[in-house]
């Protein structure tokens, strides 16, 4: 029978006091620190130092982890920064051209970047709909990892809008900050929808930076 050695109870008490802390943070953490020695202070004096070495272990896997975290996402807008995109596509509007056929979209955009004119797509998060539809989404997926895999695609330049929001005002905004040529059949010229972006919308037309696509034998061309 495994006996419990409950000379070990104040540090256990001490441990969950300070995962309290970490879950809230901020002065909560501070707060648990001061409590959990305290306490190991009043209980058992000799356990501080243990306390000490799991704290600063915990401390340094933790770090380790965000630091990890925040080069990889660095890693991932210094590669955007990098990238000179020649479009931003509307790829839910042109996705409905080609009723929602992937593989025709995918063709489309495969030929634009084969070219030279690289791409940043720009999907509304409706596009989720027809990835179940089509059994494209795996279980516990997200919708950009899954287009991405099925686009084959990097994250970097590919965004999806946020569920109940359209993308329409993400690719405009990022079109105009960077001057680059938007393809879509969308006028975005609807006085209330289009209401916070139509200026920016304007500086695009006038420069001649919205393309229309359509169809010619079946296949996306810009017009």
Same mark, same amino acid.
């Given at each position: 029978?495994?006996? $419990? @050695?409950?000379?070990?109870?104040p540090?256990?008490?001490?441990?969950?006091?300070? /995962?309290?802390?970490?879950?809230f943070?901020?002065?909560?953490?501070?707060s648990?620190?001061?409590?959990?020695?305290?306490? =190991?202070?009043?209980?058992?004096?000799?356990?501080?130092?243990?306390?000490?070495?799991?704290?600063?272990?915990?401390?340094?896997?933790?770090?380790?982890?965000?630091?990890?975290?925040?080069?990889?996402? $660095?890693?991932?807008?210094?590669?955007?920064?990098?990238? !000179?995109? #020649?479009f931003?596509? !509307?790829?839910?509007?042109l996705?409905? *051209?080609?009723?929602?056929? /992937?593989?025709? $979209?995918?063709?489309?955009?495969?030929e634009?970047?084969?070219?030279?004119?690289? #791409?940043? &797509?720009?999907?509304?998060?409706?596009?989720?709909?027809? &990835?179940?539809?089509?059994?494209? *989404?795996?279980?516990?997926?997200?919708?950009?990892?899954?287009?991405?895999? =099925?686009?084959?695609?990097?994250?970097?330049?590919?965004?999806?809008?946020?569920?109940?929001?359209s993308?329409?005002?993400?690719?405009?905004?990022?079109?105009?900050?960077?001057?680059?040529?938007? =393809?879509?059949?969308?006028? $975005? !010229?609807?006085?209330?929808?289009?209401?916070?972006?139509?200026?920016?919308a304007?500086?695009?037309?006038?420069?001649? &930076?919205?393309?229309?696509?359509?169809?010619? @034998?079946?296949? &996306?061309?810009?017009?």
């Open positions: 029978m495994i006996s $419990f @050695d409950y000379t070990q109870v540090i256990i008490i001490s441990l969950l006091i300070i /995962l309290f802390g970490l879950t943070r901020g002065i909560w953490l501070w648990s620190l001061t409590v959990a020695v305290v306490f =190991l202070y009043i209980t058992d004096k000799e356990s501080i130092i243990t306390l000490v070495i799991y704290g600063l272990t915990a401390s340094l896997l933790i770090f380790g982890y965000i630091n990890i975290k925040r080069g990889l996402n $660095f890693t991932d807008r210094e590669k955007s920064d990098n990238t !000179d995109f #020649t931003a596509v !509307d790829a839910n509007n996705l409905g *051209l080609v009723e929602w056929d /992937l593989k025709k $979209f995918s063709d489309f955009i495969n634009l970047e084969r070219d030279g004119m690289a #791409t940043h &797509l720009f999907f509304d998060y409706g596009i989720k709909k027809t &990835l179940k539809n089509s059994n494209f *989404l795996r279980p516990k997926e997200t919708v950009p990892i899954a287009l991405c895999r =099925l686009l084959k695609r990097d994250r970097y330049n590919l965004t999806v809008s946020k569920k109940g929001h993308a329409d005002p993400l690719i405009i905004r990022y079109a105009d900050r960077n001057n680059l040529t938007v =393809l879509s059949n969308d006028k $975005f !010229d609807k006085q209330f929808d289009d209401k916070f972006f139509i200026q920016a304007d500086r695009l037309k006038q420069k001649g &930076l919205i393309r229309r696509v359509g169809l010619i @034998d079946g296949k &996306l061309t810009i017009m």
